[in-house]
C-alpha cells in the first residue's frame, strides 16, 4: 500500500482504499471527469506493477 500510495501522490491522484483482512481494494475513478480518464489507467498499470515485485 505505502509504494502505491507514493505513486498515487507523484501522479496527485487519490484513489479510495480498503484494506480489510490483507485484501486490498482501491477504486479508481476520476471524479472530476465524472468516469476514468487515462490517469486512473496509468495508476492501475503502476499498482498492478507494484503488486507483481
Known amino acids: 500500500m505505502a509504494r ?3 505513486l498515487a501522490e507523484k ?3 487519490h484513489p479510495d482504499w ?4 490483507n485484501r ?3 477504486d479508481l475513478v476520476t471524479h472530476d471527469a ?3 480518464t ?3 489507467f496509468e495508476l ?3 499498482a ?3 503488486a507483481g515485485s
Open 4 to 6: 502505491v500510495a507514493l
Open 38 to 40: 487515462v490517469l486512473d
Open 18 to 21: 480498503q484494506n480489510v483482512y
Open 44 to 46: 492501475a498499470a503502476k
Open 48 to 50: 498492478s506493477a507494484a
Open 11 to 13: 501522479l496527485d491522484h
Open 24 to 26: 486490498v481494494t482501491i
Open 34 to 36: 465524472g468516469g476514468l
